[in-house]
């Protein structure tokens, strides 16, 4: 007899006995302190309608709205069912309401021919663990219409919205009485911003290798996202303030809260109205320290919003600023209800290109500068009250991606414009600073994709002529 | 003169090349009359029997003058101790001396923030650093040897030295480079025991202006030697140094085997003297192969050599080690920078047969002060055995070519010229020494 399956279990419903008995899961269900679930699972309802499923306590009800439930493919099932072409797993999420116990419940599936029913006991986790959990599974994820529009109705509705909610949970309670440690504080004419993840040693490196390029970098502030480096963080910071008498201050927050969150503390609290974003991996370079250094010393307009030259090396553009492009995605053969079908026959992603990628440098091109449809956050520049008018980064992004593109679009909105300024020129050693290497970031950034064109893209749909590559090229015809 | 010496290792406690030069240099400091003091960094295991509780600077007890440095969190990629305790210690340290010149030995386990705290603790000094190895430009132990393969590298460049380090990317090496050169910067003055090391070092990015050589110098133990005596066979050869991987002992029982496979070896005889010492220091692949090549030696039958593994010497027992050998071998597979070995070698007139590579290339000149084969050779140096052994005149020419090398007053003296010549500008204020609330 074939084996279903281990996390199989059998279907009961004594007041079901119309319906029919639905095959299925619940492999793991999770529910974390600030009220949300998440349940992990599959069912074999094949030609039956989208499921209804209800998560109950004894008392109160969680109805999981339909977008907050991802159907997704299960090879282990389909080969154990001997099915392909379903969609069998699920990942739903969603908030409790009040007053749900996390005792032990009782999962129902309800088609309408057939019902999937299980009682057990909810595994007690962290928002973070709950997060990470969720966005692991999402990460790899396929699905027989294709996994952007399996995922686009999902994290664009309730989904996402649960998943958003979680994470700012999340942020509220690692970031709340965070601790700073300041060496040497005084009155500065700049503050540098860089966020840690998975190692303090840009603490020993930046300061010292931006001081012997000759830059004023006023004082330099690092959010230790994550709490196994914040040690060395502080001790690396006390030794190079005291041997340079540099100013450094390390914020410590209790988990990773993301590129936003963490730049969104460290500019509150800054010593000076000038704030410098800048990568744990963004270096001088010392063929253009000099022109960096007058760059920064140079008299700017407030409400512009900065960014630079990025180089993989002295020779070689890295990009000079990001525009906005998008893709899209069509629908694939599927067989998981009608209803899906007309939902989500293609989707639009806004994608983030970069201008200059990876091109020779051409010093000629870049006399003066020249506008961006957005700056990236490896490094940027701003003044701080056109910053918190716009209440900062976005707490709607995981971890990170897509935060600093969103800044740079709600700035040319509001504020006035973003732009490349070309003495600001800077190596940037990609993916070298943060160790952000598993697959939750690989869900993040994947999610904040969606959330990112949930936010933008009608606006882009309306202002693909200024907010696309074309925008730069339009700029260089004038100029020529 | 107000001299601080700072040295990674003491020779009491680990003999090398590089402790045993600073030592002696302090040695000269004090021998000419100046107040000096000499601190030597250690290693962590050393803590247990010369560290006291919570210290991290310590009087060596029983050495006047002298102490032992505990650096804290010391990290091996970016030379770097990245604890403020210990560099504030340092310090402090030099702030109470108040030297008027701090010479650095090394960087390894001092960590190169060392020097910039030795700025701060004595702006007006002259700063100066003597190279050892080259470890700021090769994290495989400062060697320039690939550590896949063991070939001879050239020149560090991101990508060679990834592809010996493969969890470090490319830029990883630039960044460390770019560090290094900062902090070194802080120095006025670089010292080279060679041309070669000091091109090294050059080409690498160090400031010219800042660089001079002075060779390294020994204090002369050769007083009541006989630097002309030798066997009448002339077919004793010496290995004299660290028994480890890159100093190439097996070469030289490579180049005895082929020796006597092809019937090579003079009626006399051979005799291979082994003085060798940090053993455990070598690998255990090198070690297996030494001893591989051992057994085959002794596999073959009458071949005539004799291998005699003397062990490890102190500096006293020099001479009785060097009266009973003709000739001594320096078969180094790396960038051997100087040769003290040589040096030693030419104390007591014994001439030298060395590898033709890195510092031994530019010191030792063939018929004029000894005798070079092709580095990592076997066959070039059985060739060159064959040759010499027996050859009174070539031993003679070499014998009269082998000056008395620099004592460590000479060395002294060359780095007081040196540190005269250097007027700090003058400096702007420093910031105070300020203690965390």
């Given at each position: 007899?074939?084996?279903?399956?281990?996390?199989?279990?059998?279907?009961?419903?004594?007041?079901?006995?119309?319906?029919?008995?639905?095959?299925?899961?619940?492999?793991?269900?999770?529910?974390?302190?600030?009220?949300?679930?998440?349940?992990?699972?599959?069912?074999?309802?094949?030609?039956?309608?989208?499921?209804?499923?209800?998560?109950?306590?004894?008392?109160?009800?969680?109805?999981?709205?339909?977008?907050?439930?991802?159907?997704?493919?299960?090879?282990?099932?389909?080969?154990?069912?001997?099915?392909?072409?379903?969609?069998?797993?699920?990942?739903?999420?969603?908030?409790?309401?009040?007053?749900?116990?996390?005792?032990?419940?009782?999962?129902?599936?309800?088609?309408?021919?057939?019902?999937?029913?299980?009682?057990?006991?909810?595994?007690?986790?962290?928002?973070?663990?709950?997060?990470?959990?969720?966005?692991?599974?999402?990460?790899?994820?396929?699905?027989?219409?294709?996994?952007?529009?399996?995922?686009?109705?999902?994290?664009?509705?309730?989904?996402?919205?649960?998943?958003?909610?979680?994470?700012?949970?999340?942020?509220?309670?690692?970031?709340?009485?965070?601790?700073?440690?300041?060496?040497?504080?005084?009155?500065?004419?700049?503050?540098?911003?860089?966020?840690?993840?998975?190692?303090?040693?840009?603490?020993?490196?930046?300061?010292?290798?931006?001081?012997?390029?000759?830059?004023?970098?006023?004082?330099?502030?690092?959010?230790?996202?994550?709490?196994?480096?914040?040690?060395?963080?502080?001790?690396?910071?006390?030794?190079?303030?005291?041997?340079?008498?540099?100013?450094?201050?390390?914020?410590?927050?209790?988990?990773?809260?993301?590129?936003?969150a963490a730049n969104n503390l460290a500019v509150a609290a800054a010593a000076s109205d000038t704030i410098v974003l800048v990568n744990p991996?963004?270096?001088?370079?010392?063929?253009?320290?000099?022109?960096?250094?007058?760059?920064?010393?140079?008299?700017?307009?407030?409400?512009?919003?900065?960014?630079?030259?990025?180089?993989?090396?002295?020779?070689?553009?890295?990009?000079?600023?990001?525009?906005?492009?998008?893709?899209?995605?069509?629908?694939?053969?599927?067989?998981?209800?009608?209803?899906?079908?007309?939902?989500?026959?293609?989707?639009?992603?806004?994608?983030?290109?970069?201008?200059?990628?990876?091109?020779?440098?051409?010093?000629?091109?870049?006399?003066?500068?020249?506008?961006?449809?957005?700056?990236?956050?490896?490094?940027?520049?701003?003044?701080?009250?056109?910053?918190?008018?716009?209440?900062?980064?976005?707490?709607?992004?995981?971890?990170?991606?897509?935060?600093?593109?969103?800044?740079?679009?709600?700035?040319?909105?509001?504020?006035?414009?973003?732009?490349?300024?070309?003495?600001?020129?800077?190596?940037?050693?990609?993916?070298?600073?943060?160790?952000?290497?598993?697959?939750?970031?690989?869900?993040?950034?994947?999610?904040?994709?969606?959330?990112?064109?949930?936010?933008?893209?009608?606006?882009?749909?309306?202002?693909?002529?200024?907010?696309?590559?074309?925008?730069?090229?339009?700029?260089?015809?004038?100029?020529? | 003169?107000?001299?601080?010496?700072?040295?990674?290792?003491?020779?009491?406690?680990?003999?090398?090349?590089?402790?045993?030069?600073?030592?002696?240099?302090?040695?000269?400091?004090?021998?000419?009359?100046?107040?000096?003091?000499?601190?030597?960094?250690?290693?962590?295991?050393?803590?247990?029997?010369?560290?006291?509780?919570?210290?991290?600077?310590?009087?060596?007890?029983?050495?006047?003058?002298?102490?032992?440095?505990?650096?804290?969190?010391?990290?091996?990629?970016?030379?770097?101790?990245?604890?403020?305790?210990?560099?504030?210690?340092?310090?402090?340290?030099?702030?109470?001396?108040?030297?008027?010149?701090?010479?650095?030995?090394?960087?390894?386990?001092?960590?190169?923030?060392?020097?910039?705290?030795?700025?701060?603790?004595?702006?007006?000094?002259?700063?100066?650093?003597?190279?050892?190895?080259?470890?700021?430009?090769?994290?495989?132990?400062?060697?320039?040897?690939?550590?896949?393969?063991?070939?001879?590298?050239?020149?560090?460049?991101?990508?060679?030295?990834?592809?010996?380090?493969?969890?470090?990317?490319?830029?990883?090496?630039?960044?460390?480079?770019?560090?290094?050169?900062?902090?070194?910067?802080?120095?006025?003055?670089?010292?080279?025991?060679?041309?070669?090391?000091?091109?090294?070092?050059?080409?690498?990015?160090?400031?010219?202006?800042?660089?001079?050589?002075?060779?390294?110098?020994?204090?002369?133990?050769?007083?009541?030697?006989?630097?002309?005596?030798?066997?009448?066979?002339?077919?004793?050869?010496?290995?004299?140094?660290?028994?480890?991987?890159?100093?190439?002992?097996?070469?030289?029982?490579?180049?005895?085997?082929?020796?006597?496979?092809?019937?090579?070896?003079?009626?006399?005889?051979?005799?291979?003297?082994?003085?060798?010492?940090?053993?455990?220091?070598?690998?255990?692949?090198?070690?297996?192969?030494?001893?591989?090549?051992?057994?085959?030696?002794?596999?073959?039958?009458?071949?005539?050599?004799?291998?005699?593994?003397?062990?490890?010497?102190?500096?006293?027992?020099?001479?009785?080690?060097?009266?009973?050998?003709?000739?001594?071998?320096?078969?180094?597979?790396?960038?051997?920078?100087?040769?003290?070995?040589?040096?030693?070698?030419?104390?007591?007139?014994?001439?030298?047969?060395?590898?033709?590579?890195?510092?031994?290339?530019?010191?030792?000149?063939?018929?004029?002060?000894?005798?070079?084969?092709?580095?990592?050779?076997?066959?070039?140096?059985?060739?060159?055995?064959?040759?010499?052994?027996?050859?009174?005149?070539?031993?003679?020419?070499?014998?009269?070519?082998?000056?008395?090398?620099?004592?460590?007053?000479?060395?002294?003296?060359?780095?007081?010229?040196?540190?005269?010549?250097?007027?700090?500008?003058?400096?702007?204020?420093?910031?105070?020494?300020?203690?965390?609330?």
């Amino acid at each position: 007899m074939r084996q279903l399956p281990a996390s199989l279990e059998s279907p009961v419903g004594d007041d079901e006995t119309a319906r029919r008995a639905l095959d299925g899961a619940l492999d793991h269900i999770f529910i974390s302190p600030n009220g949300t679930a998440l349940l992990l699972g599959w069912l074999s309802d094949e030609g039956n309608g989208p499921p209804v499923m209800r998560l109950h306590d004894g008392g109160e009800v969680l109805t999981f709205p339909p977008t907050g439930i991802l159907r997704y493919a299960r090879e282990d099932v389909a080969d154990e069912l001997g099915v392909d072409g379903y969609d069998y797993g699920f990942v739903a999420l969603a908030k409790l309401p009040d007053g749900f116990a996390p005792g032990r419940v009782r999962l129902e599936a309800n088609t309408s021919v057939s019902i999937f029913q299980v009682e057990t006991e909810p595994e007690l986790t962290s928002d973070k663990r709950l997060l990470d959990t969720f966005l692991k599974a999402i990460a790899g994820i396929q699905a027989h219409a294709g996994r952007e529009i399996a995922l686009n109705a999902f994290l664009t509705q309730a989904g996402g919205a649960a998943a958003i909610d979680l994470f700012q949970a999340h942020v509220a309670v690692s970031s709340a009485g965070f601790h700073i440690e300041r060496f040497r504080p005084r009155s500065v004419a700049r503050s540098f911003v860089t966020v840690l993840f998975g190692s303090a040693e840009p603490v020993m490196m930046q300061p010292v290798l931006f001081r012997s390029a000759g830059i004023d970098f006023g004082e330099w502030i690092y959010v230790c996202n994550s709490p196994a480096d914040a040690q060395a963080a502080l001790r690396y910071a006390r030794l190079i303030s005291d041997l340079w008498d540099v100013s450094i201050s390390v914020i410590l927050v209790n988990d990773n809260v993301g590129f936003g969150a963490a730049n969104n503390l460290a500019v509150a609290a800054a010593a000076s109205d000038t704030i410098v974003l800048v990568n744990p991996d963004v270096y001088p370079i010392a063929e253009y320290a000099a022109l960096l250094k007058e760059g920064f010393v140079r008299e700017k307009p407030d409400m512009v919003l900065r960014g630079g030259l990025l180089f993989y090396d002295p020779d070689n553009l890295m990009h000079s600023g990001m525009y906005l492009d998008d893709d899209i995605f069509v629908m694939n053969h599927g067989v998981n209800g009608a209803d899906a079908v007309k939902a989500s026959s293609c989707c639009r992603l806004l994608r983030v290109e970069h201008y200059d990628k990876g091109v020779p440098f051409s010093p000629g091109a870049w006399k003066t500068s020249m506008p961006a449809t957005a700056v990236t956050g490896a490094f940027m520049t701003f003044e701080r009250g056109a910053f918190e008018k716009l209440g900062g980064f976005s707490g709607d992004y995981i971890y990170g991606h897509y935060e600093d593109a969103d800044l740079c679009l709600r700035w040319a909105q509001h504020n006035k414009q973003v732009q490349i300024d070309p003495a600001l020129r800077l190596v940037h050693l990609e993916g070298q600073g943060a160790k952000a290497h598993g697959a939750e970031y690989s869900g993040a950034a994947l999610a904040n994709r969606f959330f990112f064109t949930a936010r933008h893209g009608a606006f882009f749909e309306g202002h693909r002529q200024s907010l696309g590559r074309k925008k730069r090229m339009r700029e260089l015809a004038f100029r020529i | 003169m107000r001299i601080l010496h700072v040295s990674y290792l003491h020779p009491a406690i680990t003999p090398g090349g590089a402790q045993q030069v600073a030592f002696e240099l302090f040695q000269a400091s004090i021998d000419q009359g100046h107040q000096a003091l000499l601190i030597s960094a250690l290693e962590i295991g050393h803590e247990d029997a010369f560290g006291k509780p919570g210290a991290p600077i310590v009087p060596f007890h029983g050495q006047p003058n002298q102490y032992l440095f505990f650096p804290q969190f010391y990290e091996f990629p970016h030379l770097s101790t990245g604890d403020w305790r210990s560099v504030q210690f340092f310090r402090e340290f030099v702030e109470h001396f108040s030297p008027d010149i701090i010479h650095f030995h090394h960087y390894h386990r001092i960590g190169v923030e060392c020097i910039r705290a030795a700025r701060l603790g004595a702006p007006h000094a002259v700063i100066s650093l003597s190279f050892h190895e080259m470890l700021a430009i090769c994290m495989a132990d400062g060697q320039m040897v690939t550590t896949k393969d063991r070939q001879l590298c050239h020149a560090a460049t991101p990508l060679g030295c990834h592809l010996c380090f493969n969890h470090l990317r490319p830029e990883f090496f630039t960044l460390r480079m770019q560090r290094l050169q900062a902090l070194l910067d802080e120095c006025d003055v670089f010292v080279f025991p060679s041309e070669f090391l000091s091109d090294r070092y050059l080409s690498w990015g160090l400031s010219g202006s800042k660089s001079v050589v002075i060779p390294n110098g020994q204090i002369d133990l050769s007083a009541s030697f006989n630097r002309a005596s030798h066997s009448k066979a002339l077919n004793r050869f010496g290995f004299f140094g660290q028994f480890i991987d890159n100093k190439g002992i097996d070469i030289v029982l490579e180049a005895l085997i082929l020796l006597a496979r092809e019937k090579r070896v003079p009626t006399g005889g051979i005799i291979f003297e082994i003085n060798g010492s940090s053993k455990n220091f070598a690998s255990g692949v090198y070690l297996e192969r030494i001893q591989q090549l051992l057994e085959t030696l002794s596999s073959m039958e009458n071949t005539g050599i004799r291998i005699i593994d003397r062990g490890r010497y102190d500096r006293h027992e020099l001479a009785g080690r060097m009266a009973t050998v003709d000739w001594v071998l320096v078969p180094s597979t790396w960038w051997e920078v100087f040769g003290l070995v040589v040096s030693e070698a030419w104390m007591f007139g014994r001439p030298v047969i060395a590898a033709a590579i890195g510092g031994l290339a530019e010191r030792v000149k063939d018929d004029v002060n000894g005798y070079t084969f092709s580095p990592r050779d076997p066959r070039s140096l059985a060739d060159l055995i064959g040759e010499l052994i027996g050859n009174e005149e070539r031993w003679e020419t070499a014998h009269a070519g082998c000056e008395r090398p620099w004592t460590h007053i000479d060395m002294f003296n060359a780095h007081v010229s040196i540190w005269q010549e250097i007027r700090r500008p003058k400096i702007p204020p420093l910031p105070p020494l300020k203690r965390q609330a």
